[in-house]
T-cell receptor, first 117, second 112 residues
Framework: QQQVKQSPQSLIVQKGGISIINCAYE??????FPWYQQFPGKGPALLIA?????SEKKEGRFTISFNKSAKQFSLHIMDSQPGDSATYFC????????????????FGTGTRLKVLA | DAEITQSPRHKITETGRQVTLACHQT?????MFWYRQDLGHGLRLIHY???????NKGEVSDGYSVSRSNTEDLPLTLESAASSQTSVYFC???????????FGPGTRLTVL
């Protein structure tokens, strides 16, 4: 119920190609779905996030597609660049797990993306 | 600029020793979290705190403890280090009512 399943574990894409990472969740209490990007030796940083009341959110080359009925969401990186090479984590969160409505997240297992020049 | 610092950045210790990892933030956030990152497991929550004197167990809390005596710091203690606790540890903060978690640079811990 609390798991977030992420695939693939690793991904190699040619420069200019599309990178697609998929996540699935089970708990319908989740209502906020961020993606974090992590470069080697650094902590994760928020990349883009979506709420389940919309089916798609786009920020530059990064798009989240959300399928509420299937409880799945995915990250699409258009025109992938070598600088996008990083580990990507999806997450699912809900308010009310703790005090003052603070979100607490369950993270996916991560996808290591390598974009070839 | 507000930031999160973790120390040490690298630590090698022996089985059975007590180890404390420091996390200090200048965001003035009430909410602080400790995660461990392992290949194939992603980020797993160890402990978290919603304010001074508040601590809560996460999904992998066995063998770890935290204490929160001020807003800025949430040290993570491994009471008796085990080889299974070899990992990269991340501290994160989150503003009250906010969505985004801000992560520190991590501490790589090796238990021999």
């Amino acid at each position: 119920q609390q798991q977030v399943k992420q695939s693939p574990q690793s991904l190699i894409v040619q420069k200019g190609g599309i990178s697609i990472i998929n996540c699935a969740y089970e708990n319908t209490a989740f209502d906020y779905f961020p993606w974090y990007q992590q470069f080697p030796g650094k902590g994760p940083a928020l990349l883009i996030a979506i709420r389940p009341d919309v089916s798609e959110k786009k920020e530059g080359r990064f798009t989240i597609s959300f399928n509420k009925s299937a409880k799945q969401f995915s990250l699409h990186i258009m025109d992938s660049q070598p600088g996008d090479s990083a580990t990507y984590f999806c997450a699912a969160g809900a308010r009310g797990y703790g005090t003052s409505g603070t979100y607490k997240y369950i993270f996916g297992t991560g996808t290591r993306l390598k974009v070839l020049a | 600029d507000a930031e999160i610092t973790q120390s040490p950045r690298h630590k090698i210790t022996e089985t059975g020793r007590q180890v404390t990892l420091a996390c200090h933030q200048t965001w003035n956030h009430n909410n602080m979290f400790w995660y461990r990152q392992d290949l194939g497991h992603g980020l797993r929550l160890i402990h978290y705190s919603y304010g001074v004197q508040d601590t809560n167990k996460g999904e992998v809390s066995d063998g770890y403890s935290v204490s929160r005596s001020n807003t800025e710091d949430l040290p993570l203690t491994l009471e008796s280090a085990a080889s299974s606790q070899t990992s990269v540890y991340f501290c994160a903060t989150q503003g009250q009512g906010g969505n985004e978690q801000f992560f520190g640079p991590g501490t790589r811990l090796t238990v021999l």
